[in-house]
Structure formats: C-alpha cells, structure tokens
C-alpha cells in the first residue's frame, strides 16, 4: 500500500501516464501593476475575491486590482475536463501543504492542499455543488451579527452567484430548481449516473431511513444524488476564473494579476496602507497602495500572511521576531475542516473508475473519443456525485461528557457518506472505488500558526483530526456503517471485495488503525478568521484600519456539506456590505452603527 495521498491526489501517478499530456499553462502577466494607489486591492484570486472584485467594479470610477499567487490555467485542457482534475491536483495549481503530525492519527500528517491558480480552489477542486442544512446559516447570523448570513437571507446571494441549466440524462434525481438565480456560476447534474451510485445511494437510505433531497434547497439530511459546477453545453468546470474572471476581463477599471504572491502587508500605526508582491516569473517586487486591503487568500494563507505582517498572537510573533501591529491571538485558531477515513473496494470492469478511464488502454482511448466527439461519457462528469448525509443514533455517544452531537439542531447530519470511482487511499492497480465516512459537523478544531518569518515556509498546521472522544466516537461508529453498508441488499450482488482495510481488520483496535491511517482531509477548512471573532461584522479587521477580509476563513463554522457554495454566497453577502458601508462612509456626517460597535470591540 502506498502512502496516504488523500482526496483527489494523483501527482504521484501523472509522471507515469505520459500518454496524457499535460498542457500547463502559460505565464500570461503582460501588464505588471503601476505603484499608483487603487481603490481596492485584493489578495487571492479564488471564488471569494473573485465575487468581491465583480461587486466592487461595477462602479466604474473605483479602481480594483486582485492579486494571484498562482497561474492562469483558463488555457489548460485538463482545467476544463472534469475527470482530468486529477492532473490539476500537481504542485503547479496548488499550495502543497501537510498538517503537523498529529497525535490522534498516531503521528500521520495528511494533506491540506490548497488551490493556487486564477480561480483558487474552484480551479482544482471536484465540483461539487451544495450548500446544506439551513440552520448552519442561521448559527452565522447569530455568531457574527451579520443578518445578511441566516438563511432567509443568504439565499438570495446563492441564487445570485449561480444559475441552473438541465442536463437531459436517463435517470432521476429530485432538484429543486428554484434555488438558483442568473448568476454567473453554471450549476448541473451529472450527464450519466455511475454504475454503483444508485446502489449505494440505496443502501443509505434502506439503511438509516433517509430519503433522496436536494441539499441545495435548504435540507440536510437525506441522499443527494449530487450537483456539480459544470457547463452542460460542453462538459467544462464552471469555475470563479471563467465566469467571474470574463466578466472583469471587460471593464477598465480592474485588473487581475496571476504570478503575484504578496509577501506582507504595510501598515502605518493600525492603518493597512499596502502590500508587498513578488512577481513569481520575474522575481520583480512591487508595493501597491490601497485605500482598502481585502484579503481573500483563503483558510489557510489568510491567517498565515497576516501574522507574517504583524497580526496575530504576540507571543508567536514576538518568538519568530515579526513586529507586533495588533495582538489578535483568535488569527490562525478555529480550524475547522471536513475530515474522512477511506474503504477501498475493487470494482468489476463495467464500473467507470478511474482505473478504466487512465489505466486501462481499451476503455481509456474509448472514453477519450466519446467526449472529444460530442461531451459524452465518464470524462465529463467526476467519478460518481452522490452522497448521504445522517445522524448517528444519540446512543453512539453515551458514557461521553459533552453534548455538541446530540444538541445539534435536527435539520444537521453528523455523518457524510459518500462513494467515489477513484482509489482515495493508495494507488492500487486494479480498478477501485472508495468510500469514505466525514465528520460533517465536528466537535474539534485545530489551529494553525507559523514556525519562521519568511513567507515561503509554509504555515504550521494544526488539523486536530477527530480531535475529541465525541469525533472518535463518531467515526468510529460511521465506519463500521460503511464497511457493512457492503453487505446490504442492494450493493451485495456486486460483490466487491474490500481492498482497504481487507477482510482480516476486524478487531476494534485494527479498526481504529484504519480509521487513522487513511484520515483525509476534504479540503473543505474554514473559520481561522472568523467573522464575529476576528473581523466585525461588517468583515473588518479588529481594532486595525482600511483592511478586511473576504473568504472562507471568515465562515464561523462548517456547513454541512461541500464549501464552495458557502463561499461564493458569503463573498456576495460580504461585498453588498462592503458597498453599503463604504458609499455610506463617502457621505460626511453620516452615521455607522458598525463603527461604533467596531471600536468598542477593539
Ligand atoms: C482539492 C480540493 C477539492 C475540493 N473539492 C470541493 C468540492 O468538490 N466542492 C466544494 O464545494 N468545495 C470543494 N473544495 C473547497 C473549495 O474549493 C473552497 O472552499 C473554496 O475554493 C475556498 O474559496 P476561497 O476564495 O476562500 O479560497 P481559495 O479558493 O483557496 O482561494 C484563495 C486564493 O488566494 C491565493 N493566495 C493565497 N495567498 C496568497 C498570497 N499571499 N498572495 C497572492 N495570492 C494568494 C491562492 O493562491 C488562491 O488562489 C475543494 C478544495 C480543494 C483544494
Ligand atoms: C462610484 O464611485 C464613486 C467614487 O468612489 C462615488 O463617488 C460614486 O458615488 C459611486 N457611484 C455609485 C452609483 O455608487
Ligand atoms: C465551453 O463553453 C463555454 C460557453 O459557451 C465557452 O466559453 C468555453 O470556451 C467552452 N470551453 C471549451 C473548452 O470548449
Ligand atoms: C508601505 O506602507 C508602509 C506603512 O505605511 C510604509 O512604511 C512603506 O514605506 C510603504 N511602502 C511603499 C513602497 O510605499
Ligand atoms: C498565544 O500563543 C502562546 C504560545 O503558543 C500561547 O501560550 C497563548 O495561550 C496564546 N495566547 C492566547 C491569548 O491565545
Ligand atoms: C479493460 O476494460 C475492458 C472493458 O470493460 C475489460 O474487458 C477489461 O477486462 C479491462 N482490463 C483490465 C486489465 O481490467
Ligand atoms: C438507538 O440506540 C438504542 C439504545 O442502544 C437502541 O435501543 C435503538 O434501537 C437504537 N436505534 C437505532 C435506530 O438504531
Ligand atoms: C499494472 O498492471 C498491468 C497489467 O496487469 C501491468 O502491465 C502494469 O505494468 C502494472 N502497472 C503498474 C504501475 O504496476
């Protein structure tokens, strides 16, 4: 068995499918920005600063420019096919990043990659588009003071970034269409359903009594035979820099720079007043003034370039000599990540998985044709969309202090299942699939901080994976479910032989090994800057001015299912206010309510 590669992570193996090849993009930063101050500057280039930048624009005399670590991968074939974004998960479209060993794992590290690319993670992430229970946005709302987040709310920001378009396939799904607005994000269902979706998504629903919804909609408990963020007229991903990115390429007034990674931002006394960039092919640093600083770097970069420019715990910054602008001990704490553990099981040939579209010739060139001839086939969906979501009998949780699972509120799962066609542990060469069991709503979160000045080491995390007894408890009991959801009537005439952990795991503590050993993360972190602790209410900085953040570090706490969704609607929630507060702050005289609060909380 190889090591753990986690979710989605095939670098290893692109080097030796050399049949495919991988057209990386050009580096295509003509224009290098001017010193003269702008309006706004972002930094990150992800769906959150993307929906920033698209508000703030629309007024032709503010000047905006976003600035990007990463490339612009919109001319990379293997960008737009969904199945290949296996061979965007590589070290040129992400920030390659481990966790710090953790002890409840036995000292395994897992992955924390993140996107780094024009589009942020919505350029390599798998697509999937939910938004879950409503009561999560409710909890928002009451945490941060912001009422635009509950869900009566936010609802009209979700409907305002995306739009639906039916996908004709030969199957059914429920899906509530009238969740969707004309934004510019292309919403769909899957062209065709895997071969073991349905039994699967069988399975749960015998099993725990759930019955099919549409996480999109409000609802989150049930079985969702997925949606996903793809084009339907030619199978593409629809992601932040090919929506939201053409519609900016045609205003004057802003510009999006890739190649850009900002090192520091300038403060004078508690202003922000600018930031440090290097241009990465160049090697050119440049400092660009801004009236406002937006950050929107993401969960994990966010707190990290804050503390590299003074703000954060003292103490840590004291220990690595960075001089202290503002002590904000909560930048870089509340971690919160959707983390899983894998079954491995084979697959007979007639099942699309990722071994029969890469590795094995015949069906590889098959499929190949199909979708180069007219979008069809395996290629253009992501190796099986649909999942369960569930609570766990209050049982699983006797004998343990503490109530944060069985006082969730109803309408939250514990649990999210799900099957993919993808080997999500180890790189067996036979055709496989995997399933995993998430804690949807943990208990514990991590932390991260740093360990040294320089920008280019990466952050320290802290993932704290089923990091109290309630989660080990959780997953513990989820993953006993899913290995004998194997055994249930409708996937049991396929008779698919556990590959990961195998037949003679059985005993509680080799169980737990298991459970360990393939801990993954789903890339979903959020809340290292969290609005209500961090920043106001009104996604300013604490006791700093001229400076705010936009992204998902700024979610209090997890949805119950995928994040994208969540953050593309918080960025347009976020921008209307910035809009608001920022035109009413033009008007002398005039009163902010937030301004006092936001003093008074400094
Ligand atoms: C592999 C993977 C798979 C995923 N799968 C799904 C999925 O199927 N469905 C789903 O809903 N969600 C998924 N997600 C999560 C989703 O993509 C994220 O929640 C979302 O992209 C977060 O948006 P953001 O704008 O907050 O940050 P990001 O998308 O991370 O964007 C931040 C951007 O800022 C840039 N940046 C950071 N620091 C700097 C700096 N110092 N200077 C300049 N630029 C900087 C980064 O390079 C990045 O491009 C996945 C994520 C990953 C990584
Ligand atoms: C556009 O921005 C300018 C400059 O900040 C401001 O004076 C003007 O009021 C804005 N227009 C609108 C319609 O908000
Ligand atoms: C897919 O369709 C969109 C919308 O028509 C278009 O902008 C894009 O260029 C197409 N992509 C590819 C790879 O053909
Ligand atoms: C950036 O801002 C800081 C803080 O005001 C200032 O000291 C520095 O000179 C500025 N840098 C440039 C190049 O303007
Ligand atoms: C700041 O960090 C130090 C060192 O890690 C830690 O001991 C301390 O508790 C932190 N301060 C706060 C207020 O969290
Ligand atoms: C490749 O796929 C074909 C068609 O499904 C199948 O018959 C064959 O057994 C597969 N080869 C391998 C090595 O799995
Ligand atoms: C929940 O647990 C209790 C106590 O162990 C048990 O009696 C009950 O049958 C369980 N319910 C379900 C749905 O499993
Ligand atoms: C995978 O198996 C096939 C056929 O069984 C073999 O030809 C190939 O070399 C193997 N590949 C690897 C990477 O082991």
């Given at each position: 068995m190889h090591p753990v590669r986690s979710f989605l992570s095939f670098a290893s193996l692109t080097a030796t499918l050399a049949a495919i090849s991988l057209s990386l993009a050009q580096t295509s930063d003509a224009i290098d920005a001017s010193t003269t101050k702008v309006d706004y500057v972002i930094v990150g280039a992800g769906p959150a600063g993307y929906v920033v930048a698209e508000t703030l624009s629309r007024n032709a005399s503010v000047t905006v420019t976003v600035l990007e670590?990463?490339?612009?991968?919109?001319?990379?074939h293997n960008m737009d096919?969904?199945?290949?974004l296996i061979f965007v998960s590589t070290p040129t479209y992400l920030w390659e990043y481990n966790s710090q060993p953790d002890p409840n794992l036995g000292g395994i590290a897992p992955n924390l990659w993140q996107g780094r690319a024009l589009g942020g993670g919505s350029a390599v992430n798998a697509m999937t588009y939910c938004r879950g229970s409503e009561s999560v946005f409710d909890q928002w709302a009451h945490t941060s003071g912001?009422?635009?987040?509950?869900w009566s709310n936010i609802l009209n920001d979700f409907k305002a970034t995306t739009h639906y378009i039916n996908q004709p396939a030969d199957y059914q799904q429920t899906v509530?269409?009238?969740?969707?607005?004309?934004?510019?994000v292309e919403v769909s269902r899957a062209s065709m359903i895997d071969l073991m979706d349905r039994p699967f998504a069988m399975a749960y629903e015998q099993s725990f009594g759930l019955k099919e919804v549409?996480?999109?909609?409000?609802?989150?408990?049930g079985v969702d035979l997925g949606l996903s963020t793809?084009?339907?007229?030619?199978?593409?991903r629809s992601y932040a820099a090919n929506t939201y990115g053409y519609i900016l390429a045609n205003r004057n007034n802003v510009q999006v720079l890739p190649n850009s990674w900002v090192q520091k931002i300038g403060f004078a006394g508690k202003t922000a007043q600018n930031v440090t960039y290097i241009?990465?092919?160049?090697?050119k640093v440049t400092t660009l003034a801004g009236e406002q600083i937006i950050l929107a770097g993401g969960a994990i970069n966010t707190p990290q370039l804050l503390m590299l420019s003074g703000v954060g715990n003292a103490t840590t910054l004291n220990s690595v000599k960075i001089p202290v602008v503002r002590d904000i001990p909560?930048?870089?704490?509340n971690l919160w990540d959707h983390h899983f553990s894998v079954v491995v099981v084979q697959a007979t040939s007639n099942v699309d998985t990722f071994y029969q579209m890469f590795q094995n010739a015949t069906t590889a060139a098959q499929f190949q044709t199909e979708y180069l001839k007219?979008?069809?086939?395996?290629?253009?969906?992501?190796f099986g969309t649909e999942w369960a979501t569930y609570r766990l009998n209050d049982?699983?949780?006797?004998?343990?202090?503490?109530?944060h699972y069985t006082s969730l509120?109803?309408?939250?799962?514990h649990i999210l299942a799900k099957i993919g066609?993808?080997?999500?542990y180890g790189m067996p060469n036979v055709s496989t699939m995997s399933a995993w069991a998430t804690l949807?709503?943990?208990e514990a979160s991590g932390y991260i901080t740093i360990g040294?000045?320089?920008?280019?080491d990466a952050p320290l995390i802290h993932?704290?994976?089923?990091?109290?007894a309630a989660d080990k408890a959780a997953i513990s009991a989820a993953y006993k479910q899913l290995r004998s959801i194997f055994e249930s009537a409708p996937l049991?005439?396929?008779?698919?032989?556990?590959?990961?952990?195998?037949?003679?795991?059985?005993?509680d503590a080799d169980v737990w090994k298991a459970i360990q050993q393939s801990a993954s993360s789903?890339?979903?972190?959020?809340?290292?800057?969290?609005i209500g602790s961090v920043v106001d209410s009104r996604w300013r900085i604490k006791g700093l001015k001229n400076i705010r953040i936009v992204d998902?570090?700024?979610?209090p706490y997890l949805p119950t299912c995928h994040t994208q969704a969540s953050v593309y609607a918080v960025a347009h929630v976020a921008a209307q206010n910035i809009l608001e507060h920022d035109a009413a702050g033009s008007k002398p005289g005039s009163y902010r309510r937030e301004d006092s609060e936001s003093m008074h909380s400094s």
């Open positions: 670590a990463g490339l612009d991968g919109r001319n990379d096919v969904p199945a290949d912001n009422s635009g987040l509950q509530n269409t009238n969740v969707y607005g004309d934004g510019p549409d996480q999109t909609d409000g609802e989150g408990v793809i084009r339907v007229s030619n199978r593409t241009n990465t092919v160049s090697n909560a930048v870089g704490q007219d979008y069809s086939g395996p290629l253009g969906n992501v049982s699983v949780f006797n004998g343990i202090n503490g109530k509120p109803q309408d939250r799962p066609a993808f080997p999500a949807a709503q943990p040294s000045s320089s920008y280019t993932s704290n994976y089923y990091g109290s049991k005439p396929y008779e698919m032989q556990e590959v990961f952990p195998g037949s003679s795991v059985t005993s789903f890339h979903h972190p959020v809340g290292t800057c969290a998902s570090s700024t979610i």
